[in-house]
């Protein structure tokens, strides 16, 4: 892994930031506030799992000129300075008193005059990494500016990736690949699920991912119940369809696919399933290309596994990835964005086997300007077994 | 592991909603609005790592009397019903139209009559996940009911851990103890970090860890720069320190502690500071009993580490711990939280060399009605050396 080179040189993040400013010139908006760690991120590059802790926010200001303002906490001050930010502006938290809000302000309205829009994520899969109190504080601090929707302009950006995130997603996903192939190292009739999961996360690891942020998985006879549920200490037994499916990162980006494994021989309803997800996955990667809309990628995978087009639990067919396990947009009957040249996508039909239960198939690809690219090693028809 | 019992017997989760309701009704609030991770899974006991997806919104309504009603994607059902929970109402997420806003706002209108109070946390380490524009719809569609701060009502009740809470947060940080002891089995002078904080997250998982949702980590000649950067490639040499800091999680409750290694002798200034910062963890220890304050913990350890009384980067040092890596309240001077049998610390005194790097020491603790007692395994005044 030593070899590959982790961060991003400052033009990424340059780049990044005047396209920002170019959409927020169109939107009329005066500052984005950014609070949410892929945000923070993605026009900083500070990574640090210290996200983890909800003690303290973290905030960045982008003015309609010039480069981002690190609004954060004096914890993160050395780390940031690392970054091509310059302007870092810092309190310690947790203060109880004044929690950086002032401070914050104080940059809003120096960047912002009076009467302005404040651009915040406020659409769907966004979410305010704030006290509601400090936030509703903040919006009389700020008056007579306006804190607005942000008209989506970074969730807009990060549905296209450059090619030096290209190349960590397939590093991504090239760990999983080989950490699905070491399964039956780790699983066999009668290992505990939870042991499973355990050990497949040590795989992911020794195949080079810095760390395992989701793994999920389902078990069960001729299928499972569910595809979100933690491990329990259910042996492996005969006749059981094992899936696990991982998120696991290298520099920040994630890969976001799944393995099918059948225990002994598979059943001819869970055979015929398998074949039937993949059958619906290289439809949609078939269709993958600039013109086609994310509802073409839908209806090519349901008309496949759902032919009688009921709705489904999972509610999508795949969506968009990267620094996020999962991003916009879904494939889902009602996204009619149109696909073009970089948006990484997931490809998950799901399907419901005779008995009730379910089966779920992933895949990752990138839309190229030609035919696709699978990120993913995609899967031959036949389940695996172990 | 597979001895340990998972979960909680439903009395557990029916006891905390009864004195949420109690709070509740103190503070009139007609039901609470719930929609963080940590907050779902105190009442419900829903555990899944899906929340590493920012998709999806997941919401549980509280109401005065009665259970808790869970309004969530359907994605979600087959694991919600797994639970104490009876009552669950599902849409198919995402939902570009409405997603799941109108059933939210419908099963609070059932609960909170007309011109009451709906909670929803609001303070500090609390955030909003959910997006604004839709909190701003369902503001709008309940009045003329008013959503106010909850009056920290689940952060007051998660102050306090059960004995089932505490063995869980035992055994995690039984199982981060032996991981740590057997860190010279990965680290030497020559190992890229990177390598270290891979080979550390295998070694969790291979003492029983679930997951490791966090591990930080500092690597400098004499000290560190910070505690929060993500690894590097830049291989140990004599001379340096190694921190590793983790949050490892068994059934959903963290571990959160540290520790220091010299990579070959330390030199004296490294010797005096690690010296230093466990004279200061005793010395919050020896005070952590009913009756002292948090502001104590604050400065019986800021004397040992910190004479001249300046403020640190950390902000803190200390904090709660149980289903987050970092919970309420924090060890800081304005914090006068008295302590309490069953609450779960962090004692995580820093040091600044004369170098002007930094060190840090963490132990994980309980209060009870005698003397504390230690979770991790206090360590001696002598650094360790690989």
């Known amino acids: 892994m ?22 927020m010139a169109e939107n009329d908006l005066a500052a984005l506030l950014l609070t949410t760690e892929a945000e923070l991120r993605y026009y900083t590059g500070f990574l640090t799992r210290f996200w983890e802790s909800p003690t303290r926010p973290w ?5 309609a000129v010039g480069d981002p303002i690190a609004v954060i906490p004096s914890i993160g001050a050395h780390l940031m300075r690392q970054t091509w930010i310059t302007d870092v502006r810092c309190w310690q938290a947790p203060d109880y008193t004044d929690d950086g809000i002032t401070l914050l302000a104080d940059t809003l309205m120096e960047v912002a005059p009076q009467g302005t829009r404040i651009g915040i994520a ?5 979410s305010l990494r704030m006290p509601l109190a400090n936030f509703r504080q903040l919006e009389s ?5 306006e804190i607005v929707g942000d008209c989506s302009v970074t969730r807009r950006l990060r549905l296209v990736k450059s090619d030096a995130e290209l190349t960590k997603i397939k590093t991504a996903t090239a760990i999983a690949d080989r950490a699905f192939d070491r399964v039956p190292e780790i699983a066999q009739a009668g290992t505990a699920l939870a042991q499973v999961f355990r050990d497949f996360q040590r795989l992911c690891l020794e195949e080079g991912a810095d760390y395992v942020p989701y793994l999920a998985g389902g078990l069960g006879q001729d299928g499972y119940g569910d595809v979100i549920s ?50 619906a996955t290289r439809a949609a990667f078939d269709l993958a290309r600039p013109g086609a809309l994310m509802s073409d990628l839908f209806h090519a995978m349901n008309a496949c596994v759902n032919p009688q087009a009921t709705g489904s639990d999972a509610g999508r067919l795949g ?3 990267g620094m996020q396990l999962t991003e916009w947009p879904s494939i889902i009957a009602a996204d009619h964005t149109p696909l073009a040249a970089g948006m990484v996508l997931t490809l998950e039909p799901g399907i419901i086997l005779p008995n009730g ?5 992933e895949e990752n690809i990138v839309v190229t300007d ?11 028809a036949e389940i695996r077994v172990i």
């Open 370 to 380: 030609g035919t696709p690219v699978w990120l993913s090693t995609p899967q031959p």
């Open 141 to 145: 601090m700020l008056a007579p500016r």
């Open 357 to 361: 239960r379910i089966m779920v198939h």
């Open 122 to 126: 406020d659409q769907m899969e966004s």
């Open 59 to 63: 905030f960045v200001v982008l003015p």
């Open 319 to 321: 969506h968009g990835l």
């Open 230 to 279: 933690p491990a329990t200490d259910t042996p492996l037994a005969a006749g059981d369809v094992l899936m696990l499916d991982t998120g696991l990162v290298w520099d920040g980006y994630f890969c976001d696919f799944d393995r099918n494994f059948s225990v002994g021989p598979p059943s001819a309803e869970v055979s015929k399933a398998h074949q039937q997800l993949i059958t």
């Open 2 to 23: 030593t070899s590959l080179v982790r961060g991003f040189p400052d033009a990424e993040f340059q780049t990044r930031t005047r396209r920002a400013q170019a959409l």
